[in-house]
C-alpha cells in the first residue's frame, strides 16, 4: 500500500533563512504525482508546489523548490526567503492512480510538518 | 469567485442528530472528493464521484451518504451523528482524473463539532 511518511511533527526557522521540510513516500508505480499543501490556521488548503514522477527537472515555484529523489522516494520541500506567512501545516502528497478503474485517482497525505517562522 | 465552495463553515450538533455539507464548484471539474481532517491533522479521502458517480468510498460508515445531483454539486449527509464525527470535512475538485491537468482545489472546509 502507499504511504506517505513526514517525520519532522514541527520546523522553526528565521525569518529570512531557509528551511527543509522531508517527505518520503513508498510506492510500487513508475507514474505518479507529488504536492506539498499549505494549510494555515485559517484552514484552507493551499497548493504550493507539484512534481511529476516521469520528470527529472526538480519543480519549483517563486521560493519554494523540491529536491526530488525518485531511488530514494524522497521529496523535499525548501522554503528559501522564509516569511511570516509562511507559517502554517505543510503537508505532503501523493497522488494514487487507478488507471484500471477508468483511471481515477485519490491523494494520500502525510501527517503534515507545522512550520514556525520567527522575525 | 470561490472556486469551491462548501456550506457551512461550522457546524455544532448534538449526537444522534442527522446533518448536511453541501459543496459546489464552478471550475468544470469532472471529479468531486470528500475528505476528512481529524483532530491530528491527519487527512484522508472518503468519497470520490467522478460525473456524478460514485468512484471512491473509503470504508467510510454507511451514516455517511454522499448524494451528487449534478457534476458541480457534491453534498454530505450525516446521519445519526457520533462524538468521533467531530472533524472538519474538506470538499475538493479535480479536472481530469487520469490526464495531465490533475491539480485539486479544495474547499475551505466545514468543521463539525458533535456534543
Known amino acids: 500500500a502507499q504511504t506517505v511518511t513526514q517525520s519532522q511533527p514541527e520546523m522553526s526557522v528565521q525569518e529570512a533563512e531557509t528551511v527543509t521540510l522531508s517527505c518520503t513516500y513508498d510506492?510500487?508505480?513508475?507514474?505518479?504525482?507529488l504536492f506539498w499543501y499549505k494549510q494555515p490556521p485559517s484552514r484552507q488548503m493551499i497548493l504550493v508546489i507539484r512534481q511529476e514522477a516521469y520528470k527529472q527537472q526538480n519543480a519549483t515555484e517563486n521560493r519554494f523548490s523540491v529536491n526530488f529523489q525518485k531511488a530514494a522516494k524522497s521529496f523535499s520541500l525548501k522554503i528559501s526567503d522564509s516569511q511570516l506567512g509562511d507559517a502554517a501545516m505543510y503537508f505532503c502528497a501523493y497522488r494514487i492512480s487507478y488507471m484500471f478503474s477508468g483511471g481515477y485517482n485519490k491523494l494520500i497525505f502525510g501527517a503534515g510538518t507545522r512550520l514556525a517562522v520567527h522575525p | 469567485d470561490t472556486a469551491v465552495s462548501q456550506t457551512p463553515k461550522y457546524l455544532v450538533t448534538q449526537m444522534g442528530n442527522d446533518k448536511s455539507i453541501k459543496c459546489e464548484q464552478n471550475l468544470g471539474h469532472d471529479t468531486m472528493y470528500w475528505y476528512k481532517q481529524d483532530s491530528k491533522k491527519f487527512l484522508k479521502i472518503m468519497f470520490s464521484?467522478?460525473?456524478?458517480?460514485?468512484?471512491i468510498n473509503e470504508t467510510v460508515p454507511n451514516r455517511f451518504s454522499p448524494k451528487s445531483p449534478d457534476k458541480a454539486h457534491l453534498n454530505l449527509h450525516i446521519n445519526s451523528l457520533e462524538l468521533g464525527d467531530s472533524a472538519v470535512y474538506f470538499c475538493?475538485?479535480?479536472?481530469?482524473?487520469?490526464?495531465?491537468?490533475?491539480?485539486?482545489?479544495f474547499g475551505s472546509g466545514t468543521r463539525l463539532t458533535v456534543v
Open positions: 475538493a475538485s479535480s479536472q481530469d482524473p487520469s490526464g495531465e491537468n490533475y491539480g485539486y482545489t
Open positions: 510506492t510500487s508505480e513508475s507514474d505518479y504525482y
Open positions: 464521484y467522478n460525473n456524478k458517480e460514485l468512484i
